[in-house]
């Protein structure tokens, strides 16, 4: 029922920043998780970041603290991905997702899924 679309991907140079952002439709995620992951080529999808879509808390892989801020406007049914210090390990497809029960950061428990994104990071 929730539908994801994100926005935002393409290409910046090394020690840039993007912003991206997923729009979220269909309503009832008041409860939900709402995460990023990335996935290249031959890898397994990994977690990015995720926040709960009411309340402040949050979660970051290790590889991004300090460079990436994930936030959220409830009025807009926005979710955004802050993308600062861009290193060329980054690029890969971005994809919003929603879980609707729980915490998880395994993206198999994640319920709904946008397109992704493509992000590429040049050196």
């Known amino acids: 029922q929730v539908q994801l679309v994100e926005s935002g991907g393409g290409l910046v140079q090394a020690g840039g920043s993007l912003r991206l952002s997923c729009a979220a439709s269909?309503?009832?995620?008041?409860?939900?998780?709402i995460g990023w992951f990335r996935q290249v080529p031959g890898k397994e999808r990994a977690f990015v970041a995720a926040?709960?879509?009411?309340?402040?808390?949050?979660y970051y892989a290790d590889s991004v603290k300090g460079r990436f801020t994930i936030s959220r406007d409830n009025a807009k049914n926005m979710v955004y991905l802050q993308m600062n210090s861009l290193k060329p390990e980054d690029t890969a497809v971005y994809y919003c997702?929603?879980?609707?029960?729980?915490?998880?950061?395994?993206?198999?428990?994640?319920?709904?899924w946008g397109q992704g994104t493509q992000v590429t990071v040049s050196s």
């Open positions: 997702a929603a879980l609707g029960r729980g915490s998880s950061l395994r993206p198999d428990d994640y319920d709904y």
């Open positions: 269909g309503g009832g995620f008041s409860n939900y998780l």
């Open positions: 926040i709960r879509w009411s309340g402040v808390t949050t």
